[in-house]
């Protein structure tokens, strides 16, 4: 299972930008020459040692994230090998998960062929995705990607966009019926992909999206965080997860599932740190003097919150109470606080602030090596996907459907962007 601690090599300076690549093509060099599906699309599914098990379904989140991958790859790398597999993935996205006139499908069993949708809901968390792929493949010089994602941005606003609640709903049944819940999950992500968008091309109502979106979850939902039942001060002003359909939080909603995939209970440590290198990103593109103190209490607060004394790293998720509820480890949730801490560190230093910049530092510095001990395969490669509360092992599948390791390629990318920004 879990390569043992004492083959573990000796932490790298997390810092330096060759390090960072380095470590990113191991990770590509883990799903290289066994994750391509020359009928279509690339496997979802991928234990420890890279053995694939299960060839036919596939999940719109992996098989849009396999575009951003590959679609990075190239940019980063420059081999056309990596251009090819962009578009042999988008190709799979809009062959078989595209439906006109709906969403594209959020599950299909593919038998090399032909797909069936095996699950017909339709998500804006999917969508978001969907309109992230297309960003970063026409980014990558897939031209016509363009077309892609102005269709893909007419179904959102179609389909889930809801002007009175300043967000975008979840979704739909097959038939175009939308649920009554509403969360913070999908909209962040649409905030990721518009921005994506913009940079792709430059057109203004993507970013104008993505700042409208970061205001109202960060500030007017979290803001009615104060209203969840024996809420502790210290998650008063943190990001929620779960709403009703006119934005009233909904304090009970998977209570009982604390560890659901796409909309687990409590406050997600890995989403108020996403949020914060989301808003700092942002304020690259739409300078506003609120992102930088908005991300900063939100980073704060979560590795205040979340680091586990004990054990190292951050656990998933918090209760209103201020306890945790999750203790579980997760790699996404330390990927995106590295990137965060990184993209932190950069503002700070940019703005003069050279003791917050430090503090950002130690945190950047304290993830990775966590990270390192305990989430890199140093022996078969890529990042293990959960390890129990005391970072033990519990599953041998790395990489299931939604995984791909692209929050873990792309810290790296993220941390490269933010040293390019820091001043030196």
């Keep these: 299972m879990r390569t043992d601690s004492a083959r573990v090599p000796a932490a790298p300076d997390f810092r330096s930008p060759a390090f960072l690549r380095a470590h990113v093509q191991s990770i590509l060099a883990f799903y290289d020459g066994r994750d391509r599906d020359p009928s279509g699309g690339f496997f979802h599914f991928y234990k420890d040692d890279g053995r694939v098990y299960d060839t036919r379904t596939r999940h719109l989140v992996s098989s849009t994230r396999f575009v951003f991958t590959q679609a990075m790859a190239f940019r980063h790398f420059g081999a056309p090998k990596w251009l090819a597999g962009a578009r042999h993935a988008l190709d799979f996205v809009q062959r078989a998960h595209g439906r006109p006139g709906r969403s594209h499908a959020w599950v299909i069993d593919w038998d090399g062929a032909r797909a069936t949708v095996t699950d017909p809901t339709q998500h804006c968390y999917g969508q978001a995705f969907v309109l992230l792929a297309h960003a970063h493949a026409l980014m990558a010089g ?24 300043g967000a975008y709903a979840d979704e739909a049944d097959a038939g175009g019926t939308l649920a009554a819940y509403r969360g913070q999950n999908a909209n962040m992500h649409a ?20 700042v409208a979106l970061a205001h109202q979850v960060t500030g007017t939902f979290a803001s009615r965080s104060a209203a969840l039942p024996g809420v502790h001060a210290d998650c008063a002003a943190l990001v929620w997860e779960h709403f009703r359909a006119d934005g009233t939080i909904d304090p009970d909603f998977n209570r009982d599932d604390p560890a659901n995939l796409f909309r687990p209970w409590g406050f997600q440590i890995g989403h108020q740190t996403e949020w914060a290198k989301l808003l700092l990103q942002l304020d690259r593109l739409a300078p506003d003097p609120a992102w930088r103190p908005r991300a900063q209490a939100l980073f704060d607060t979560a590795v205040r919150l979340g680091w586990d004394a004990g ?64 989430f890199v395969d140093h022996e078969r490669g890529a990042w293990y996907r959960i390890l129990g509360p005391d970072n033990a092992t519990i599953t041998d599948e790395k990489s299931p459907a939604g995984k791909v390791d692209y929050h873990d390629m792309g810290a790296c990318y993220d941390v490269l962007a933010a040293l390019a920004l820091a001043p030196r």
Excluded at 195 to 210: I, P, Q
Excluded at 321 to 350: F, R, T
Excluded at 352 to 374: E, M, S, T, V
Aim: hydrophobic share 50%; proline share 2%; charged share 15%.
């Design 311 to 374: 054990h190292g790293g951050l656990v998933y998720g918090i209760a209103p109470a201020g306890g945790v509820c999750d203790g579980h480890k997760y790699h996404w949730v330390q990927a995106e606080s590295i990137a965060a801490a990184a993209w932190l560190a950069a503002a700070n230093e940019a703005a003069g602030d050279a003791a917050g910049a430090a503090h950002a530092w130690a945190w950047y510095d304290r993830l990775w090596a966590y990270a390192w001990a305990h």
């Design 142 to 165: 897939i031209d016509e990607a363009a077309a892609g994602l102005r269709a893909c941005w007419a179904q959102m606003e179609r389909q889930f966009w809801q002007p009175a609640l």
């Design 191 to 210: 905030c990721e992909a518009t921005m994506a968008a913009f940079r792709a091309t430059g057109e203004r109502h993507y970013l104008d999206r993505a």
